[in-house]
């Protein structure tokens, strides 16, 4: 099981701060974050035990995920 934490906007738009999921890959649990469509995650900064990952990053038991909104402002 991958335990994934929800942080900034994204938070608060899909209700929950974590969960957890069976997803082999980052690209796989873009596709299953709650209230979340796929196309707002893709711009979702992730992080996979404390490191910048991509889409194809391979995920498994035990991994932490931290989802992060992008930063914006002007």
């Not at 957890?20 to 469509?37: D, K, R, W």
Request: proline content about 4%.
């Amino acid at each position: 099981m991958v335990r994934v934490k929800i942080f900034g906007v994204m938070r608060l738009k899909s209700g929950v701060s974590s969960f957890e999921t069976e997803a082999g890959s980052v690209n796989e649990l873009l596709n299953c974050i709650p209230g979340i469509e796929r196309k707002e995650a893709k711009n979702l900064v992730v992080i996979v035990n404390d490191r910048p990952a991509g889409r194809y990053c391979k995920l498994k038991d035990g991994d932490e995920v931290v989802l992060l909104s992008p930063a914006g402002g002007g």
